[in-house]
């Protein structure tokens, strides 16, 4: 048995082996076995292992490539069964460096990388500690750090190199102020947010000691942050190693940090709540005030003074987002007032976010207004833009749609997408400004090169209609492509709609499709109430499937939009799935109705004319049938016609009545056809045939209402 061949082994180990191959089939039995054997005799094994190779190396010539396939495999499998112990991961590296080959089967945590410092310094640390996109991209490329699992690290004193072994092996470590901009440095080019955090919280604690000591170190540490641009690149290491994965991880890096640090500058002059200390004047700290001690120096040096706020800032959007620290918005609000109370403009309009929105604080619309207002005076475009939005909507300030276009102009010649758009489309259309297409369409193409992708499918609409531009169908798929490229949800509805009319190109059915369902699953509901009906009505070469039909109408009428209101409301009505309800039906219709949808308008008047889901009402049925014959809708302009000619609802009239039919007629309604022609045949003389006449309506109008559907075809869905 295995134990005896094991215990033989640890009796006498030296020599137990004649070559590698020996020692990785004894390797394998160890791993096929190892829940016979104890936890310690197998933690003896692995830590042997180092000096067992060294042996039966020097009894053969070195390790070939299929034994240390072998080997890899058994000892990976080992050792990630085992209870993580101290000098593992040493073992492990020792092993590697004596066979020259890497493990290849090891998990992330048990694999060891040598981290080279200045000097003599080193330490093994585990791959998976290596959290920074930048280290893991090291050892997953095909660098030179990849193959030899080694990183140097030379831009590092020994005492930051000490701070940063702390930080990997999350251990308490507090950062000497002399290290703190090295620490900044370092964490900046290596995307370490967590160290950086420490880093800045650090700096905060330091700023609100009373001891001048301090201030050439931390004025340092401050004069660093406000200079960085951001993480827009990974420049500080090598760029001979590093220039592949700039592209890689410029967007992963800079999506969060872009926003920390802007080249946007405070105003020099301190906020009113500071001047309220005298800080001008007095040249010794203040004395018995609540303020951070810091504001002191501030006051004497504006570069410092700005670069603490952005300082500020940049620790309340950590908060607020909850990156490399637990998200605290109340932290956040009051980190983004003392950026604000020091004048930097978008602190300044962040903290005015938190107002408008309750982020950490109570909502208060004037105060938000306010902290824009201070912003947008330095010239902060989204300050504007946000300040015209709350003046627009009456929000804090009084109500002043002259004053707001004026504060999105501010906006939209800065480049503010938002304000770029808005006045566009108030140009199409004429709101608040006057109708200008060409105006529209340079604002919208603005907008659109910004990334706005709702301009992009305005601007495809201009080209579409011919506005303000030569009508250019090409050119308006092109831009509605651009805009549902981008999610949104009306433009994929227009593209499939472009598809399915051929307008302009070839029509291609399938591809409509694909569209509808991508704006249906963005949300849009006419999108999803146009689905709805192919799989209604198996249009489009879609399968009828009445299950995903009525899905679909459920969420744009729960969406609130009317035309799939009046769609739900047949399916209940008519028991299409199910049994039929007719006063879940009769809710839905009312719904729509209440939007002035005119088919649903009509088919409530029938509601009400049968009893259907509701009292009978003949009054409200003809009430209902006239907002629906206003709008032109022929099945509601032929029901009343019959209700005016039958005196039913209504004061009996022939005239309106064959006036209705007429109308009902010339929109090609089968049935207002037919009792037109009924009124030309027996109405010319209605005094003297008024009985047969109404008699035959009558029995036409029964037997009509016996034989067709009258919700359900009466009118077209799309």
Not at 615 to 642: D, I, T, W, Y
Not at 688 to 704: F, I, M, P, S
Request: charge should be neutral.
């Amino acid at each position: 048995m295995f134990v005896h061949e094991f215990s033989a082994f640890q009796r006498c180990p030296k020599g137990f082996f004649n070559s590698f191959s020996d020692l990785v089939t004894f390797t394998e039995k160890v791993q096929k076995n190892q829940y016979t054997l104890r936890q310690k005799e197998l933690a003896d094994f692995i830590e042997r292992v180092p000096h067992l190779l060294m042996d039966s190396c020097q009894n053969q010539n070195g390790v070939n490539e299929k034994d240390f396939k072998r080997f890899d495999k058994a000892f990976s499998t080992l050792v990630s069964c085992q209870k993580q112990q101290e000098g593992l991961l040493e073992t492990i590296y020792l092993i590697q460096t004596t066979v020259q080959r890497h493990f290849t089967k090891l998990k992330e945590g048990l694999c060891p990388i040598l981290i080279k410092g200045p000097g003599n310094k080193q330490m093994l640390i585990s791959k998976a500690r290596l959290f920074s996109p930048i280290f893991q991209a090291m050892l997953s490329g095909g660098f030179y750090e990849a193959e030899s699992h080694e990183i140097t690290l030379p831009d590092l004193s020994r005492t930051g190199f000490d701070l940063f072994g702390a930080f990997l092996l999350d251990k308490e470590f507090s950062i000497p102020v002399e290290q703190i901009s090295e620490i900044l440095v370092f964490s900046h080019a290596y995307v370490l947010p967590k160290l950086f955090l420490k880093a800045l919280s650090q700096i905060v604690s330091l700023l609100q000691q009373n001891n001048l000591q301090n201030l050439p170190h931390l004025k340092e540490s401050l004069l660093i942050l406000g200079n960085f641009a951001g993480y827009r690149q990974i420049e500080t290491i090598q760029k001979s190693t590093i220039s592949s994965l700039l592209e890689q991880f410029q967007d992963r890096a800079s999506r969060f940090f872009n926003s920390l640090f802007s080249d946007a500058t405070a105003d020099n002059a301190l906020d009113s709540s500071f001047k309220n200390l005298n800080l001008e004047t007095q040249k010794d700290p203040p004395q018995n005030v609540n303020e951070p001690f810091f504001i002191y120096f501030l006051s004497q040096d504006s570069d410092l003074k700005n670069s603490c706020a952005k300082l500020l800032y940049t620790l309340a959007e950590l908060y607020g987002t909850g990156y490399g620290v637990d998200k605290d918005p109340t932290e956040a609000a009051y980190l983004y007032k003392m950026a604000a109370n020091l004048g930097l403009a978008y602190g300044q309009n962040a903290y005015g976010m938190c107002n408008e929105k309750g982020i950490g604080i109570a909502q208060n619309y004037q105060l938000a207004a306010l902290w824009y207002g201070a912003a947008a005076k330095r010239g902060f475009a989204r300050a504007q833009f946000n300040l015209g939005r709350l003046t627009f909507l009456g929000y804090g300030v009084p109500k002043d749609i002259k004053k707001a276009i004026s504060f999105y102009t501010l906006a939209a010649d800065q480049d503010i997408a938002e304000a770029q758009f808005l006045l566009g489309y108030f140009s199409i259309y004429g709101q608040h400004c006057p109708k200008n297409y060409a105006l529209a369409a340079t604002l919208l193409k603005k907008a659109g090169d910004l990334g706005h992708a709702s301009a992009y499918y305005w601007l495809g609409y201009l080209h579409h209609k011919g506005l303000g531009c030569p009508q250019d169908l090409d050119r308006a798929l092109q831009l509605y492509q651009q805009a549902a490229d981008r999610g949104y949800g009306r433009a994929q509805y227009a593209v499939g709609q472009c598809y399915e009319k051929g307008e302009g190109f070839l029509q291609n059915s399938p591809l409509a499709l694909h569209w509808y369902t991508l704006a249906a699953k963005s949300g849009y509901p006419r999108a999803q109430h146009t689905l709805g009906v192919c799989y209604d009505e198996g249009t489009l070469n879609c399968h009828k499937n009445a299950l995903i039909a009525r899905e679909l109408f459920e969420r744009a009428a729960t969406a609130g939009f009317a035309p799939a209101q009046y769609s739900l409301g047949l399916f209940y009505k008519f028991g299409i799935i199910g049994q039929p309800d007719e006063e879940e039906g009769f809710s839905w219709f009312t719904h729509s109705a209440e939007q002035g949808y005119a088919p649903a308008q009509n088919s409530l008047g029938l509601c009400y004319y049968h009893g259907c889901g509701c009292n009978l009402s003949v009054n409200e049925a003809v009430a209902c049938f006239r907002k629906a014959a206003e709008q032109k809708n022929p099945a509601a302009q032929n029901n009343l016609g019959l209700c005016l000619l039958l005196g039913q609802g209504a004061q009996v009239d022939f005239n309106e009545a064959a006036n209705c039919f007429l109308k009902a007629a010339l929109q090609k309604n089968e049935e207002g056809h037919h009792n037109l022609s009924l009124c030309h045949d027996y109405g010319q003389a209605l005094s003297q045939v008024e009985h047969h006449a109404r008699k035959l309506l009558k029995v036409a109008y029964e037997h009509y209402q016996l034989h067709s559907h009258p919700f359900y075809k009466w009118c077209p869905r799309r």
